[in-house]
């Protein structure tokens, strides 16, 4: 069957890219994936399948085999591009100012548009329903996961398993990266307004100064992480933005700051929103000041389910051969994905798309990002076998 799968993913290569390239120079912001819904629904339908459009901008359709409700395993691509002016020099360059699809997107649902190409063809020769998932808004909270979610798309057919791949343009092309257990962190964006009041810097005694009450919430924050927290589990807190709008000899009469937290337990998760609470609020009370601290939540962590893990990466080995599957570290970044993974048995792999040979090595959310589109048909066929194999476990 492994054969027969990279025969059918040979074949479809050049639709593979040239769809990929259709998303590529068409790429569309989170929630605004109308046109790619479209094109998605299309080839889908050329293939008899029967998509449903869900989360407005989100397409479902499913393959089903001989006995169909014997079993079901999803797999899942994402549809956004982000607000990103590309610098590539190509002919499939997006064609959207100031849009562009930075981080593979294009790319996953090429993908697995080849994968419904080879299940549909090979229908007749499996047992069970595959459930093809093209989700929108990964790149936006509250993430088209969350959304599909509500709006049932683990339902009817509810799957057992899901699978999703992402591309990595720090490994090799043709090489796959896997991890069990945690693997990627909770997304939690901090927004903190600290107010004090305002005057002139060379008299202090009139002044409640809110930028020095900033600067001791910023250092506070740490020990929440440092002092709070066990060093077995991940976690980072990070202020990226201060904005403190005076002048050498002006204090302003507020500070507002922006930040990020990020973990891998959503136990300690929601105790570190209570305590980055308190401590800058009481800090900015004890100072004479006050704050308003808010937390928008964001993306739960994401976690590889160990033994449906063991099963896939046991199958991508059989596919691809031992010297081309690698073990990933954990990464703090956020994925959407994570919703799935809170739910159902999950697993969410990285595909090899770098090609330093050629140029192709830089990193996703950048201007210059590109794949070694041979990643396309390896992707594709891939992905078909871990769902047979799947069906079959």
């Not at 079993?71 to 002016?85: G, K, Y």
């Not at 057919?157 to 090489?175: D, L, M, R, T």
């Not at 962190?185 to 009041?197: C, M, N, P, Q, Y």
């Not at 600067?215 to 933005?241: D, E, F, M, T």
Request: overall charge negative; charged content about 20%; proline content about 5%.
């Amino acid at each position: 069957m492994i054969e027969k799968i990279k025969q059918l993913a040979k074949l479809s290569a050049d639709q593979i890219v040239a769809n990929r390239r259709h998303l590529h120079a068409n790429p569309e912001l989170s929630f605004q994936e109308f046109n790619t819904a479209s094109f998605v629904a299309a080839q889908l339908k050329a293939l008899q399948l029967s998509p449903e459009f869900m989360a407005n901008t989100g397409v479902v359709a499913v393959i089903e085999g001989k006995k169909p409700q014997s079993r079901v395993v999803a797999l899942r691509a994402d549809i956004d591009a982000l607000p990103i002016m590309e610098a590539n020099e190509v002919s499939y360059k997006s064609t959207k100012q100031g849009v562009m699809h930075a981080c593979g997107h294009d790319a996953h649902t090429a993908s697995l548009l080849g994968t419904a190409h080879i299940l549909n063809e090979l229908k007749d020769s499996f047992e069970g329903t595959v459930k093809l998932i093209f989700q929108p808004a990964e790149e936006k909270a509250p993430g088209g996961a969350s959304i599909m979610i509500k709006e049932g798309v683990l339902q009817n057919p509810a799957p057992q398993s899901i699978i999703g791949q992402h591309v990595a343009p720090q490994i090799p092309v043709g090489k796959i990266g896997f991890r069990e257990g945690m693997y990627m962190a909770s997304t939690d964006e901090l927004f903190i307004t600290v107010r004090g009041k305002g005057g002139h810097a060379a008299m202090p005694e009139f002044i409640i100064d809110p930028v020095l009450i900033a600067s001791h919430i910023i250092v506070a924050l740490q020990q929440v992480v440092s002092r709070n927290l066990s060093p077995k589990i991940p976690a980072v807190l990070s202020i990226g933005r201060i904005i403190a709008n005076g002048a050498t000899n002006v204090i302003p009469n507020e500070v507002t700051m922006e930040g990020t937290f990020r973990t891998m337990n959503e136990e300690w998760r929601a105790i570190a929103h209570t305590r980055m609470k308190k401590i800058a609020e009481g800090i900015a009370e004890s100072m004479g000041g006050s704050c308003e601290f808010t937390i928008m939540k964001g993306y739960p962590f994401l976690v590889n389910e160990p033994a449906l893990t063991r099963r896939v990466r046991k199958a991508a080995t059989d596919f691809m051969g031992q010297e081309n599957i690698i073990d990933l570290d954990l990464w703090m970044a956020g994925e959407d994905f994570a919703f799935y993974s809170q739910q159902i048995d999950a697993c969410f792999y990285r595909l090899g798309t770098r090609n330093e040979a050629r140029g192709i090595v830089s990193g996703v959310h950048t201007p210059t990002f590109d794949i070694d589109e041979s990643a396309l048909e390896i992707g594709a066929g891939l992905m078909a076998w871990l769902a047979l194999e799947e069906l079959r476990s």
